[in-house]
C-alpha cells in the first residue's frame, strides 16, 4: 500500500470504525481488563468450511473494497459478493463486483457511476412521474429511482426484481427533507461520501425494504421511503405495494433456495488479517452445503430485533439484532472508555479500551435455546492499518441496543431465515449461528 | 418539512383538514423540540386523540406519538414543560432537524466526522447534550436529552 493511500485509509478508519485483534473469553460476563494482553481467540470457532463454489453458494470476501483510482477504498469488515445485472429478459448484463453483503437491510442498490446499463422503471411509475426510493442508515442516507432488472448470483437468478439506482438522473439531486432528515448522503464508492462498495445486497430477515409500513391499506406514505416525483422535479411520499417496492432479491430466486442465506466466514487471527475468503450460501436446509443443523435459532420480531434480547452483564438488549452490515459489535458499557474526541474532532465511536468479554443471546428471558458468546474488544488506537478484517472492533451504541456486527461472523455459521418461511419447524424471521 | 408546515401555532381554524394536512404532509411537524417550550405539544396533542398516549410521573411526563409509517416517537417534559429529551424507534428515522432544533448541528457534525458508509450507532456525548443513535433499515431507535435540564431524579436509562 502506497503512503498516500495508507494514509487516507487510516484516516476513513479513524472516522469510521475499527478495532484489531481477537477475543476469546467465554463464560459469565462483562468482566473487563485493563490489561493490554492479546486477546485469543474463543475455541472452537471455524476455521475452514467445506463449501465450494455451486449453484447455490458464492465467494464471499473481506478485502479492502472495490478500486478506484488504482487503489482500494479502504474497507474494513466489509463482506462482499460478484453479481450480474441484465436488462429484463434479455442478455445485456453486467458483472458487477465488490457488493457489499447485508443481513441488516433489503433489497439490491446500485451506484451511480458502475452501472452502464440502462434500467427500465419501476412499474408503478405512471402518467410521466418516477418512483423515487430512500433508504436510511443511522446518520446517512441513499436517494435514487427504483428500476428492474435480472438479477443473477452464482446460479440463482431473481427475475425482474425492483431495485435502488443511487442517484438516478431521473429523480431530483437532492433528496427531500423526509429522506435526508439533514444527515449525509452517500452518493458514490470511494471517498468521504462513498459506500465503500459497488452495490449494497441486502439479505436481511424481510422480503421488502419497507414492507406493510409503506404498503396500501397495512400501512402509509412513509417519507422515509417511497416517494412519486413529477418531471417538474417535485417530489411527495408515496404508499407503494409489496411486491412493487424494493425487494430482497433471496426471496425472488426461482430456485428453492429461496428462503434465506448463510453466511460462511472462518475465524481469523486476533491481531486482524488483510483478506478473508468466505462463503455466501442461498437457501437453508434445501441444500448439503446449508443445513441448519446444531444451530441455535434466535426468532426475529417485526423490526428484526431477536425475540427477545441479548444479555450483557446484568442489561437486558431488548433491541440485539446480527447485522453483517456493521462493521463492529456495538453495545453498552461504562466501564469501556469511548475513545474521546479530539479537538473540534468528534469521537470515532469505538473504544479506546481492551477488554475479554461475553454476551448471552436469548430466544426468551432466561429459557433455551440461549447461548453465551464470547469476544473481545481491542483498543481502537492499537489496531493496524495494514489489515481490513477484525474480529475484536467495538464501541458504544443507544440504549437497551446490542449490534452483532461482523465481528461475531468470523469463525461461524451465521443463517437469516425469511418471514413467511418454515424451516426445520422454525418460523421466519429467524436468525441463527453455529456454537460457540 | 418547512418551517411553514411546523406545528399549528397560531392556526386555529379549521382543525380537522389541517390535522389531516399535517398527518399527511408533514407527520414530524407535530413536535416540540429539544429544549424548547412543551406547551405547543399539549395543545396539538389534544387535536390528534388517536395518535398520542401521554403518561406522566411525578418528574416529567412523556408524550408518545405514532407517527404515519409505523415510527414512534416520545418527548418528555418538565414539569414546567419544557421539551428535556426525546427518545424514538421504528422502521425510518423521525426528522431529527425538527425534533432536536439548535441542537441539530452537533448531531450533523458527529455524523460528518465519520465514513457514511459506518453502521455504527452515532453518540454525542457532551456536558449539555447526549444523543445515542443506532439500528438499521426497519429497525431504528435513540435517544437524545439535556442532563444539565433532566429533573431531579430522573436516570438517563429512563429515557428511550
Given at each position: 500500500?502506497?503512503?498516500?493511500?495508507?494514509?487516507?485509509?487510516?484516516?476513513?478508519?479513524?472516522?469510521?470504525?475499527?478495532?484489531?485483534?481477537?477475543?476469546?473469553?467465554?463464560?459469565?460476563?462483562?468482566?473487563?481488563?485493563?490489561?493490554?494482553?492479546?486477546?485469543?481467540?474463543?475455541?472452537?470457532?471455524?476455521?475452514?468450511?467445506?463449501?465450494?463454489?455451486?449453484?447455490?453458494?458464492?465467494?464471499?470476501?473481506?478485502?479492502?473494497?472495490?478500486?478506484?483510482?488504482?487503489?482500494?477504498?479502504?474497507?474494513?469488515?466489509?463482506?462482499?459478493?460478484?453479481?450480474?445485472?441484465?436488462?429484463?429478459?434479455t442478455t445485456n448484463c453486467q458483472v458487477i463486483d465488490h457488493v457489499w453483503v447485508d443481513t441488516g437491510s433489503y433489497g439490491l442498490r446500485l451506484m451511480p457511476s458502475v452501472l452502464t446499463l440502462s434500467l427500465p422503471a419501476s412499474p408503478a411509475a405512471t402518467g410521466g412521474n418516477v418512483i423515487g426510493d430512500c433508504v436510511q442508515f443511522v446518520a446517512s442516507y441513499m436517494w435514487g429511482a427504483v428500476r428492474v432488472a435480472d438479477v443473477k448470483i452464482g446460479g440463482e437468478t431473481a427475475p425482474s426484481l425492483p431495485l435502488q439506482v443511487v442517484g438516478d438522473p431521473s429523480v431530483p439531486a437532492t433528496a427531500p427533507s423526509g429522506c435526508s432528515a439533514g444527515m449525509p448522503q452517500i452518493t458514490g464508492v470511494s471517498g468521504s461520501n462513498g459506500l465503500l462498495a459497488n452495490g449494497l445486497l441486502g439479505v436481511g430477515n424481510f422480503r421488502q425494504d419497507?414492507?406493510?409500513?409503506?404498503?396500501?391499506?397495512?400501512?402509509?406514505?412513509?417519507?422515509?421511503?417511497?416517494?412519486?416525483?413529477?418531471?417538474?422535479?417535485?417530489?411527495?411520499?408515496?404508499?407503494?405495494?409489496?411486491?412493487?417496492?424494493?425487494?430482497?432479491?433471496?426471496?425472488?430466486?426461482?430456485?428453492?433456495?429461496?428462503?434465506?442465506?448463510?453466511?460462511?466466514?472462518?475465524?481469523?487471527?486476533?491481531?486482524?488479517?488483510?483478506?478473508?475468503?468466505?462463503?455466501?450460501?442461498?437457501?437453508?436446509?434445501?441444500?448439503?452445503?446449508?443445513?441448519?443443523?446444531?444451530?441455535?435459532?434466535?426468532?426475529?420480531?417485526?423490526?428484526?430485533?431477536?425475540?427477545?434480547?441479548?444479555?450483557?452483564g446484568s442489561t437486558t438488549?431488548?433491541?440485539?439484532?446480527?447485522?453483517?452490515?456493521?462493521?463492529?459489535?456495538?453495545?453498552?458499557?461504562?466501564?469501556?472508555?469511548?475513545?474521546?474526541?479530539?479537538?473540534?474532532?468528534?469521537?470515532?465511536?469505538?473504544?479506546?479500551?481492551?477488554?475479554?468479554?461475553?454476551?448471552?443471546?436469548?430466544?426468551?428471558?432466561?429459557?433455551?435455546?440461549?447461548?453465551?458468546?464470547?469476544?473481545?474488544?481491542?483498543?481502537?488506537?492499537?489496531?493496524?492499518?495494514?489489515?481490513?478484517?477484525?474480529?475484536?472492533?467495538?464501541?458504544?451504541?443507544?440504549?437497551?441496543t446490542f449490534d452483532w456486527g461482523l465481528p461475531f461472523f468470523y469463525g461461524r455459521s451465521v443463517y437469516t431465515a425469511l418471514e413467511q418461511t418454515t424451516i426445520g419447524g422454525n418460523s421466519g424471521p429467524f436468525v441463527a449461528a453455529s456454537t460457540p | 418539512m418547512t418551517n411553514s408546515l411546523r406545528p399549528s401555532r397560531g392556526c386555529g381554524r379549521s382543525r380537522a383538514s389541517s390535522w389531516l394536512l399535517l398527518a399527511l404532509l408533514a407527520p414530524a411537524a407535530a413536535f416540540a423540540t429539544l429544549g424548547e417550550d412543551g406547551a405547543t405539544v399539549d395543545r396539538d396533542l389534544a387535536r390528534m386523540k388517536a395518535q398520542r398516549n401521554v403518561t406522566r410521573t411525578s418528574a416529567y411526563s412523556v408524550h408518545e406519538l405514532q407517527l404515519p409509517g409505523g415510527t414512534q416517537v416520545r418527548e418528555y417534559l418538565t414539569p414546567a414543560n419544557q421539551v428535556f429529551a426525546i427518545g424514538w424507534s421504528g422502521p425510518g428515522i423521525p426528522d431529527l432537524q425538527q425534533l432536536l432544533g439548535t441542537y441539530f448541528p452537533r448531531y450533523r457534525a458527529a455524523a460528518q466526522a465519520r465514513s457514511v458508509s459506518s453502521r455504527a450507532p452515532l453518540v454525542v456525548q457532551q456536558p449539555d447534550l447526549v444523543i445515542r443513535s443506532a439500528g438499521h433499515p426497519r429497525a431504528f431507535s435513540g435517544v437524545a436529552y439535556l442532563p444539565l435540564q433532566m429533573p431531579a431524579g430522573v436516570r438517563a436509562e429512563e429515557i428511550r
Amino acid at each position: 500500500m502506497s503512503p498516500a493511500s495508507r494514509r487516507i485509509r487510516l484516516a476513513l478508519l479513524a472516522a469510521a470504525a475499527w478495532v484489531v485483534a481477537s477475543c476469546g473469553g467465554s463464560s459469565s460476563s462483562a468482566s473487563s481488563s485493563t490489561s493490554a494482553t492479546a486477546c485469543t481467540n474463543q475455541p472452537g470457532l471455524i476455521t475452514s468450511f467445506p463449501t465450494t463454489a455451486t449453484t447455490n453458494a458464492v465467494p464471499l470476501v473481506i478485502d479492502g473494497g472495490p478500486i478506484v483510482g488504482g487503489a482500494p477504498v479502504g474497507s474494513v469488515n466489509q463482506s462482499y459478493v460478484t453479481i450480474t445485472v441484465c436488462v429484463p429478459g434479455t442478455t445485456n448484463c453486467q458483472v458487477i463486483d465488490h457488493v457489499w453483503v447485508d443481513t441488516g437491510s433489503y433489497g439490491l442498490r446500485l451506484m451511480p457511476s458502475v452501472l452502464t446499463l440502462s434500467l427500465p422503471a419501476s412499474p408503478a411509475a405512471t402518467g410521466g412521474n418516477v418512483i423515487g426510493d430512500c433508504v436510511q442508515f443511522v446518520a446517512s442516507y441513499m436517494w435514487g429511482a427504483v428500476r428492474v432488472a435480472d438479477v443473477k448470483i452464482g446460479g440463482e437468478t431473481a427475475p425482474s426484481l425492483p431495485l435502488q439506482v443511487v442517484g438516478d438522473p431521473s429523480v431530483p439531486a437532492t433528496a427531500p427533507s423526509g429522506c435526508s432528515a439533514g444527515m449525509p448522503q452517500i452518493t458514490g464508492v470511494s471517498g468521504s461520501n462513498g459506500l465503500l462498495a459497488n452495490g449494497l445486497l441486502g439479505v436481511g430477515n424481510f422480503r421488502q425494504d419497507c414492507g406493510p409500513f409503506c404498503a396500501p391499506v397495512t400501512g402509509s406514505a412513509n417519507p422515509a421511503f417511497y416517494y412519486t416525483c413529477t418531471s417538474a422535479g417535485s417530489c411527495s411520499p408515496t404508499t407503494m405495494p409489496l411486491n412493487q417496492q424494493i425487494q430482497n432479491p433471496v426471496g425472488v430466486f426461482t430456485s428453492s433456495d429461496n428462503n434465506g442465506v448463510v453466511m460462511q466466514i472462518p475465524s481469523i487471527p486476533p491481531q486482524g488479517q488483510a483478506n478473508v475468503s468466505g462463503w455466501l450460501v442461498f437457501g437453508i436446509d434445501t441444500q448439503t452445503n446449508n443445513q441448519l443443523g446444531s444451530a441455535l435459532v434466535f426468532l426475529t420480531d417485526g423490526s428484526g430485533f431477536i425475540n427477545t434480547n441479548t444479555t450483557y452483564g446484568s442489561t437486558t438488549n431488548t433491541q440485539s439484532y446480527i447485522d453483517s452490515g456493521s462493521n463492529g459489535l456495538f453495545f453498552n458499557d461504562p466501564s469501556l472508555t469511548a475513545c474521546p474526541a479530539s479537538g473540534s474532532t468528534p469521537a470515532n465511536g469505538f473504544f479506546c479500551a481492551t477488554a475479554m468479554l461475553s454476551a448471552t443471546m436469548t430466544a426468551q428471558a432466561n429459557t433455551p435455546p440461549m447461548h453465551t458468546y464470547g469476544f473481545c474488544v481491542q483498543n481502537f488506537n492499537t489496531l493496524s492499518g495494514a489489515f481490513n478484517a477484525f474480529n475484536d472492533l467495538a464501541g458504544p451504541s443507544s440504549p437497551n441496543t446490542f449490534d452483532w456486527g461482523l465481528p461475531f461472523f468470523y469463525g461461524r455459521s451465521v443463517y437469516t431465515a425469511l418471514e413467511q418461511t418454515t424451516i426445520g419447524g422454525n418460523s421466519g424471521p429467524f436468525v441463527a449461528a453455529s456454537t460457540p | 418539512m418547512t418551517n411553514s408546515l411546523r406545528p399549528s401555532r397560531g392556526c386555529g381554524r379549521s382543525r380537522a383538514s389541517s390535522w389531516l394536512l399535517l398527518a399527511l404532509l408533514a407527520p414530524a411537524a407535530a413536535f416540540a423540540t429539544l429544549g424548547e417550550d412543551g406547551a405547543t405539544v399539549d395543545r396539538d396533542l389534544a387535536r390528534m386523540k388517536a395518535q398520542r398516549n401521554v403518561t406522566r410521573t411525578s418528574a416529567y411526563s412523556v408524550h408518545e406519538l405514532q407517527l404515519p409509517g409505523g415510527t414512534q416517537v416520545r418527548e418528555y417534559l418538565t414539569p414546567a414543560n419544557q421539551v428535556f429529551a426525546i427518545g424514538w424507534s421504528g422502521p425510518g428515522i423521525p426528522d431529527l432537524q425538527q425534533l432536536l432544533g439548535t441542537y441539530f448541528p452537533r448531531y450533523r457534525a458527529a455524523a460528518q466526522a465519520r465514513s457514511v458508509s459506518s453502521r455504527a450507532p452515532l453518540v454525542v456525548q457532551q456536558p449539555d447534550l447526549v444523543i445515542r443513535s443506532a439500528g438499521h433499515p426497519r429497525a431504528f431507535s435513540g435517544v437524545a436529552y439535556l442532563p444539565l435540564q433532566m429533573p431531579a431524579g430522573v436516570r438517563a436509562e429512563e429515557i428511550r
